[in-house]
């Protein structure tokens, strides 16, 4: 009998996923700062949407930012409502959000496929390189997920139960999806369902699908934002509004890969679909073991002989070849993805329970081998690493030692993993040791644990060696906070900054967007009609915060204190301007703040 089919069990399971999911998630949540670009640029339109009470149109430092759906803000700005303003409250519905996803994963997949499938689907969920890296940023994928899950969840029950709740539960989880990030939910949601009706043979159950009321309640639910947005932004002879900028600009342009201003860029195909063995560490190596389950178990349907676990593995099956092969064709960023994943999960934790329960798990064992194989060499790189570095002195502010001459790849989650030198590797010492330890025992119990047949308890060795590694890379990305955020450089600028002063960012403003978030005072930009504030600094009504080289200088050589904030790149260009040799208030990982007089 599967142990966890015992109820006490089942408990104290529940119990170690809950501290399992709070170790990896619960403790990074406070750490590090929030960092600049995407991250603080996001936190700062929920800042404005809490203080201007405008639920409709986003801003950012005034400006009207049109690009995205609005529920993931509303959320923060409740978040920051109920527990004040900090890294943590904005932090809060993200972690909420994968919480959602491991409780669905343990509910879904133990109903289809039973207990241990449940645990082990949510395990994967928990501890995947992926999920943990894509949370660490203010983005709605997390969020996007759980809504896209929780439709296809609804999707399968209503085939099943043809009870109408369940229907409209799709119907709204999928309004509340659009609302999180446009239309690609409806995409993801529409595409993957008539596939499946189409491979299913079910077609002709479009009767039960409550088509015309339900309808009703998705358009009752997404469709007023979007009404009141296009109303506070509409169409001029002189000037585009809210219906081309979003509906055309952010998602037909965005996916042909004509968007304005063409910021955003595609990967390699070979990156695209080889780097999921990345996000999907370190359950991505158990792949052959549920292709040979699904292989064994998934015939070609056939409507009357269809249960629960056969419309979960070709929804999941479909969902996922949908999304996958959509950002394929389109421009993309590695998380775009992300709703992917809970589907492979799945179906990984389907094959991995089913394979483990056979008398002889051949599969499993070879399985079980080439990954421990992979994080051992991983784990000797590591030591390799801290063995040339054993000599070399810790240095506080890692940027100062980064190499920096990787940056064609700093659009890809990882790129400054290239920049790190000896000396950059001897701040990450107590992370790579944490790591070390994590891959080695957890790859050596693995092994021990599967060649004694005990299985379930492998999975979960494996698993908390995760949460441990998890928890190094933490560590490494609070090392690596004082590159990734300007909070530093802020601290320094709150304690002396006048009401009088002028604070100015060189260029776009995510190059400096955690001061703009964290400083109690108005930021302006040189050179910034650029990336997200191109379009909202068009319209009449955005504040008086552009400038060019030419108002730089002016207002340099004023009698004004005028501080400017350049990022390393820009600093040549911006010490030319200033007269060649500024005076420098701040300094942090090759970002400067320079000051006309104190």
């Given at each position: ?6 109820r006490?069990?089942?408990?104290v399971?529940v119990f ?5 999911f ?8 406070f750490t590090?700062?929030l ?10 339109a929920a800042k404005?949407?809490?203080h ?16 995205k759906?609005p529920?993931?803000y ?8 109920i527990?004040?303003i900090?890294?943590f409250?904005?932090r809060?519905?993200?972690l909420?959000a994968?919480?959602g996803?491991?409780w669905?994963?343990l509910h879904w997949?133990?109903?289809a496929?039973g ?6 689907a949510?395990?994967l ?5 992926g999920?943990?890296l894509?949370?660490r940023?203010?983005i709605?994928?997390a969020?996007?997920s759980l ?7 609804c999707?399968?029950?209503?085939l099943q ?9 799709g119907?709204a ?6 609302l999180?990030?446009g239309l690609?939910a409806l995409?993801?949601?529409g ?11 079910e077609?002709r159950?479009w009767?039960e699908?409550r ?5 009703l309640?998705f358009?009752?639910?997404?469709a007023?934002?979007h009404v ?6 509409p169409e001029t002879?002189a000037h585009?509004?809210f ?14 890969g004509?968007r304005i201003?063409h910021?955003?860029?595609k ?5 695209y ?6 996000w999907?560490?370190?359950w991505?190596l ?12 998934m015939?070609w349907p ?6 629960f ?7 999941c099956?479909?969902?996922a070849?949908?999304?996958m092969v ?10 775009y993805?992300f ?10 934790a389907?094959g991995?329970?089913g394979?483990?329960q ?9 399985t ?8 051992i060499s991983f784990?000797c790189v590591?030591?390799?690493g801290?063995w040339?570095?054993?000599h070399v002195?810790y ?6 030692v ?8 700093y659009?890809?989650?990882?790129g400054?993993?290239m920049d790190?030198?000896?000396?950059s ?7 790579a ?9 957890g ?9 004694r047949?005990?299985h379930?308890a492998?999975t979960?060795a494996l ?5 441990l590694?998890?928890?190094?890379a ?5 090392r ?5 955020s ?6 320094r600028?709150?304690?002396?900054v006048r ?12 190059y400096?967007?955690?001061i703009?978030?964290y400083?109690?005072?108005r ?7 650029t990336?997200s ?5 068009s ?9 060019d ?23 040549k260009?911006?010490?030319a301007?200033?007269g060649?040799?500024?005076q ?15």
């Open positions: 009998m599967d142990v966890t089919q015992n006490s069990v089942r408990s399971v170690a996923l809950i501290l399992l709070c170790a990896i998630y619960l403790g990074s949540a590090p700062a960092q600049d670009d995407v991250d603080t640029s996001h936190a700062e404005e949407m809490l201007t009470g405008d639920l409709v149109t986003l801003h950012i430092n005034g400006v009207r930012y049109l690009e759906a529920l993931m509303w959320l923060v700005a409740l978040s920051y409502k527990f004040g900090s890294d409250a904005t809060l519905p993200t909420l994968m919480l996803l491991c669905l994963a997949a133990g109903r496929f207990p241990r499938a449940g645990v082990y949510s395990l969920m928990a501890t995947a390189a999920c943990f894509f949370t940023v203010f709605p994928e969020i996007l809504f896209i899950a929780a439709s296809f969840y999707l399968v029950r209503a139960e043809t009870n109408s709740r369940w229907w409209y539960g119907y989880l999928a309004a509340l999806a659009v999180t990030k690609i995409v993801v949601i595409m993957a369902t008539v596939a499946y009706l189409l491979v299913s043979g077609w159950r009767r699908f088509i015309v009321t339900g309808l309640l358009f009752a639910i997404a007023p934002w009141l947005a296009a109303l506070r932004t002879p585009h509004g219906l081309w900028f979003y509906f055309i600009n952010e998602h037909v342009m965005r996916f042909l004509k201003p910021d955003y860029n990967q390699a195909w070979y990156l679909w080889s780097l999921h063995l990345v999907l560490f370190p991505s158990y792949l052959p073991v549920a292709m040979r389950r699904m292989k064994n178990s015939r056939h409507p009357g002989q269809l249960d676990a056969s419309r979960t593995r070709w929804v099956l479909l969902w070849t949908v999304l959509f950002f394929s064709l389109s421009t993309n960023q590695e998380y993805t709703p992917t994943y809970f589907a492979i999960f799945l179906l990984l389907d991995l329970a394979e483990e056979e008398a002889s798990p051949r599969w499993l064992l070879a079980s081998l080439v990954g421990a194989v992979v994080r784990a590591l030591v390799a801290l040339t570095s054993r002195p240095v506080a502010d890692i940027g100062s980064l190499s920096q001459t990787n940056s064609d790849d659009t890809l989650s990882m400054h993993v790190l030198t000896g000396q590797f001897a701040a990450l010492r107590l992370p040791i944490l790591a070390v330890i994590a891959l080695l025992a790859s050596l119990m693995e092994l021990g644990l599967r060649w047949k005990h379930y492998a979960w698993a908390v060696s995760m949460a590694f998890l928890v190094a933490h560590v490494a990305l609070v690596f906070d004082p590159y990734l300007s909070r530093v450089l802020e601290r600028l709150e304690q002396v009401p009088e002063d002028r604070v100015l960012i060189y260029g776009d403003h995510s400096g967007s955690s703009v978030y400083l109690p005072h930021v302006e930009l040189v050179n910034g009609r990336s504030l191109w379009f909202g600094s319209f009449p009504d955005a504040p008086k915060i552009f400038w080289d030419d108002d730089l200088v002016r207002l340099w050589n004023s009698s004004v204190r005028v501080f400017v904030f350049a990022p390393d790149f820009e600093q260009k911006v010490r301007l200033l060649g040799a500024p420098e208030f701040a300094t942090s990982s090759g970002k400067v703040i320079y000051v006309n007089h104190m």
